[in-house]
């Protein structure tokens, strides 16, 4: 059976030490997922976990060694950045353990969670959904997927931002409010997982706006570095 035009390619990302490509298939978020990034935005608390999604194709692959040049994307003034960890699912399920859901991850890499901030606020302010604000083109730059057991102790691991030089984000993958395992049993109670999916695990605090021609540089300690320009 033909198709009645070309199907949209899947997004690989590359992964380290191996010549495949792990195929994206759905890229979750978890919101509001450091208690100081919360404060920032207006929240305290560890409350429930909440997620929003975007789409495969709203990847934007980063091979190491290069930079990934992002378009200004339209319709904001506020354009924000939001370094995370990204876990990367190996195994499906659905009602995953907390105490099983390890066994799930492939691997992890470094991810931006860029954020149309001021449409995302006046949809707040309206009720209505901020998919605007969340998912658009090349919101979610990604690094190469480093194998877990390649990753090092990534639950005590240090993850940082710099824009052209100067650090605006630094903190530790223990301070998440929910962790990894935590997160993965909430999430498969909802969505039955699959391989191929993503994880962006959440934001430390420090976001704040980018304009054209700035660099980003972001890491996670054990994972190879993400590094984008504004174009």
């Known amino acids: ?34 208690e100081d990034h919360a404060k920032e935005m207006g929240f305290t608390g560890r409350e429930p976990p909440f997620f929003f999604l975007k789409p495969a194709d709203a990847v934007l692959v980063v091979p190491a060694g290069e930079t990934g040049r992002m378009a200004y994307p339209t319709l904001t003034q506020n354009l924000h950045h939001e370094i995370e960890l990204v876990a990367a699912i190996g195994k499906g399920g659905k009602n995953i353990k907390a105490a099983d859901a390890m066994q799930h991850v492939f691997g992890y890499a470094v991810g931006l969670d860029m954020t149309r901030r001021d449409l995302q606020n006046d949809m707040k302010k309206q009720g209505r959904p901020w998919c605007i604000g969340k998912a658009f083109e090349q919101s979610a730059p990604i690094g190469p997927i480093t194998p877990a057991a390649q990753a090092g102790d990534i639950e005590k691991a240090g993850i940082w931002l710099q824009v052209n030089g100067a650090d605006r984000q630094r903190s530790n993958v223990s301070k998440l409010i929910w962790n990894l395992a935590e997160t993965i049993e909430h999430l498969s109670a909802a969505w039955d997982l699959q391989p191929g999916d993503l994880i962006m695990t959440g934001t430390p605090e420090g976001v704040a706006a980018v304009v054209k021609g700035d660099t980003l540089v972001g890491g996670v300690d054990g994972l190879t570095e993400l590094r984008v320009q504004m174009a």
């Open 1 to 34: 059976m033909s198709y009645l035009f070309t199907p949209t390619p899947t997004i690989g990302l590359p992964i380290v030490g191996r010549p495949e490509l792990f195929p994206v298939h759905r890229v979750y978020c978890v919101g509001r997922n450091y």
